[in-house]
């Protein structure tokens, strides 16, 4: 038997893994995303009209798309003749009338309107997050509906790994049963190939990497359950994404609007990689949506440098932005373990927040920085 038979056997035979969650009380992350409404109509009359938005003090206007995310700060520019409807956080609707106007929500909006689902009660913190960071770390794919039904599978290797790394790759339904395995030598990425079993619409599935021939230093399987999106919703989704792609906006803000839209539809996959294309400029629009989105998955790391990156841009006059950002930082740490930077980053977010007179967030970030310094 080949030695990737050996690993796959025992993979199949043994793939339990333990289970790793922070333990720290912490409050749901859908309540600090920042959005406060979603987009759910853009009818044009004739003749067409259209909506656009611009995200922030300095940002240029972008075309806007049903499904997109709104919060306050945003300018909202009715055009023509167009019935423009905007959810908010709170469940009421909200028309739009001709011409430019603020977003109309106030409330922090909730999973079941903005489509943004973490896990309710905790923040996972993942091994590679560890002081030790002795476990290859999955990029791709994380939690949440999956678009692609066969993924590229990426991953981060040990951070005090030398030389080449040998890792058995695998992909698992429930229970833990292992579908497909291999082993592959000092690579980062494998595609799921075409002669393996496609994935099948709302099965839970995790993608599994560890470096060869153990299976216990990998990443809780149970915490990195994704699953494939329906195809009826795949097709909807496609004809919005073909729409956008053939627009006259600019690549970069076609990308950072089709990001938008999957992030809404729990696509974060796929939203990550729209981002993290090379080719898009450093905004702080993006980055501070990176660092949400690399939050949501379970990446605390990798949301840590995106919106240290974002501050660097100086965000001096977006102070909700600042505040959103200070607030990630917080989430980020207390998920790490960091209670010190976690309180002192909370807090920055509650000065910002008491400038802006929410008192609502106020209260929320005050009662989480009591919980982390009891």
């Known amino acids: 038997m080949t030695n990737q038979g050996r690993a796959c056997m025992f993979l199949a035979l043994f793939g339990g893994l333990p289970q790793v969650r922070s333990s720290l009380p912490v409050q749901a992350i859908d309540q600090q995303n920042g959005f406060t409404g979603r987009i759910i109509r853009i009818e044009p009359g004739e003749p067409k009209g259209r909506l656009r938005i611009k ?4 940002a240029r206007f972008i075309e806007a798309a049903e499904s997109m995310l709104v919060r306050r700060g945003h300018l909202l520019l009715v055009e023509g003749k167009v019935r423009v409807t905007i959810r908010c956080g709170d469940g009421s609707d909200h028309d739009l009338v001709p011409g430019p106007q ?5 409330s922090q909006c909730i999973p079941e309107i903005c489509g943004i689902s973490h896990d309710g009660s905790t923040i996972r913190s993942t091994r590679h997050d560890s002081p030790d960071g002795v476990y290859p770390t999955i990029i791709s794919p994380r939690p949440g509906l999956l678009l692609d039904r066969r993924p590229a599978i990426r991953w981060i290797p040990p951070s005090e790994a ?12 429930e229970n833990n049963n292992v579908l497909w395995c291999r082993t592959v030598v000092s690579k980062t990425e494998l595609a799921y190939p075409n002669d393996a079993p496609p994935l099948t619409p709302g099965r839970p599935y995790s993608a599994v990497v560890s470096t060869y021939p153990a299976a216990v230093d990998a990443e809780d399987a149970p915490e990195l359950t994704f699953t494939a ?3 009826r919703d795949v097709d909807a ?3 919005k994404v073909r729409r956008l ?9 076609r990308r950072f609007l089709i990001a938008n839209l999957y992030a809404a539809k729990g696509l974060y996959t796929e939203a990550i990689s729209q981002l993290e294309n090379r080719r898009l400029e450093r905004s702080l629009s993006k980055l501070r949506m990176l660092g949400d989105l690399y939050l949501a998955v379970g990446l605390n ?6 919106y240290l990156d974002a501050l660097s841009l100086e965000p001096e006059d977006e102070l909700e932005e600042r505040a959103l950002i200070q607030s990630g930082l917080g989430w980020v740490y207390e998920g790490l373990g960091l209670c010190e930077q976690a ?3 909370f807090g920055q977010a509650r000065n910002a927040y008491e400038q802006l007179g929410d008192a609502t967030l106020v209260q929320q970030l005050t009662r989480q920085i009591r919980l982390l310094t009891k």
């Open 55 to 58: 995200q922030g003090a300095g």
């Open 102 to 106: 603020g977003c109309p929500c106030i």
């Open 162 to 173: 030398k030389g080449y790394l040998t890792y058995t790759v695998s992909l698992r339904a």
């Open 229 to 231: 999106m329906p195809w």
């Open 237 to 239: 989704l496609r004809k």
């Open 245 to 253: 792609s053939r627009s006259r906006l600019p690549k970069t803000e």
């Open 301 to 306: 790391r990798e949301a840590e440098k995106r």
């Open 343 to 345: 309180v002192e980053r």
